[in-house]
């Protein structure tokens, strides 16, 4: 269900990458709010400096790029899911190459703090999900 829901939020970024970057600026401006009213937020200079390095980097080119490798990556990971179901272990294999194709590719194609946060990002719960689907190894052929 996450892989066809992302496929439907990607595709729209894909088609209106504009409107995605003004809302991941949106929400990056957001948690800087957030940080800075924290009590005890003395020195945030770096952080301040890897927000404006994002908000730099966050237009609707590297936005199109991103939907893209997602959409890659959903895509990969729905006929994986698909395989594993029917207790296929090469279904597990290829959910683990598209972590690593979503991991890899935005900090190859487009670098910097925006490429690694959204690498980060995309593979987050990725893993969680690889690691129980690998307990599940020993009944799939």
């Not at 598209?98 to 959204?118: R, Y």
Request: proline share 2%; aromatic share 14%; hydrophobic share 55%.
């Amino acid at each position: 269900m996450t892989s066809v829901s992302a496929l439907w939020n990607q595709s729209k970024n894909l088609w209106s990458p504009g409107v995605a970057a003004e809302n991941v600026t949106q929400m990056f401006e957001s948690a800087q709010e957030k940080l800075h009213a924290r009590p005890g937020a003395a020195d945030l200079r770096a952080t301040d400096t890897m927000f404006k390095i994002i908000y730099d980097q966050t237009n609707a080119a590297n936005m199109h790029t991103m939907a893209v490798i997602l959409l890659i990556f959903e895509s990969i990971s729905l006929y994986a899911a698909y395989l594993m179901w029917n207790l296929q272990k090469r279904g597990f294999y290829l959910y683990l190459a598209g972590i690593a194709i979503a991991f890899f590719t935005p900090l190859l194609l487009i670098g910097g703090w925006f490429g690694a946060v959204n690498a980060i990002a995309g593979v987050f719960f990725s893993c969680f999900m690889a690691i129980l689907y690998a307990f599940n190894l020993k009944h799939m052929h």
